[in-house]
């Protein structure tokens, strides 16, 4: 049962505040262009998102607790405890993470700079200002839409 079971319900919460952060994140950045915006906003995301193995000692001599947490959590209580065998690896999954969300960002960014092109073909990036010239019909004034 998932209330039960703290781990679960823990990794629950944990992706619902990521995903909270994340577009709050976005909303935030509003006032840069949407590519600088994608690739900071999937670079926190590959930051928060990649997993990484950690083991813990108990009090009980020679015995350990293994498991799964955010690769960045795992690299701070790392550094936090000076664990260098603990810290490099996870660092290493944390870059690897943030190296991907960049890549996903970016192409995020070149799929959707291609859906508001012109029925003339004309590139428009809804960021850019739109150049003024001749659209639909031939003319260079604005049409407004008619009902009827």
């Not at 079971?5 to 935030?28: P, Q, R």
């Not at 906003?41 to 930051?47: D, E, I, R, S």
């Not at 936090?80 to 943030?98: H, T």
């Given at each position: 049962?998932?209330?039960?079971?703290?781990?679960?319900l823990?990794?629950?919460?944990?992706?619902?505040?990521?995903?909270?952060v994340?577009?709050?994140?976005?909303?935030?950045?509003?006032?840069?262009?949407?590519?600088?915006?994608?690739?900071?906003?999937?670079?926190?995301?590959?930051?928060?998102?990649?997993?990484?193995?950690?083991?813990?000692?108990?009090?009980?001599?020679?015995?350990?607790?293994?498991?799964?947490?955010?690769?960045?959590?795992?690299?701070?209580?790392?550094?936090?405890e000076?664990?260098?065998?603990?810290?490099?690896?996870?660092?290493?999954?944390?870059a690897?993470?943030?190296?991907?969300?960049?890549?996903?960002?970016?192409?995020?960014?070149?799929?959707?700079?291609?859906?508001?092109?012109?029925?003339?073909g004309?590139?428009?990036?809804m960021?850019?200002d739109?150049?003024?010239?001749?659209r639909?019909?031939?003319?260079?004034?604005r049409?407004?839409?008619?009902?009827?």
């Amino acid at each position: 049962m998932l209330i039960s079971d703290s781990i679960s319900l823990l990794w629950l919460v944990y992706v619902v505040l990521s995903l909270v952060v994340l577009l709050t994140g976005y909303l935030g950045l509003a006032f840069l262009p949407r590519l600088p915006r994608l690739v900071i906003t999937w670079l926190v995301a590959g930051v928060m998102w990649t997993p990484a193995h950690f083991r813990l000692p108990l009090l009980e001599e020679g015995e350990f607790y293994t498991g799964f947490a955010p690769a960045v959590v795992v690299t701070a209580v790392a550094f936090l405890e000076g664990n260098g065998a603990a810290l490099m690896p996870a660092a290493v999954l944390v870059a690897v993470g943030a190296g991907l969300g960049v890549v996903v960002g970016l192409l995020l960014w070149w799929r959707g700079r291609h859906r508001h092109t012109l029925d003339d073909g004309d590139y428009v990036d809804m960021d850019d200002d739109v150049p003024a010239g001749p659209r639909r019909g031939g003319r260079g004034e604005r049409q407004e839409p008619m009902i009827g």
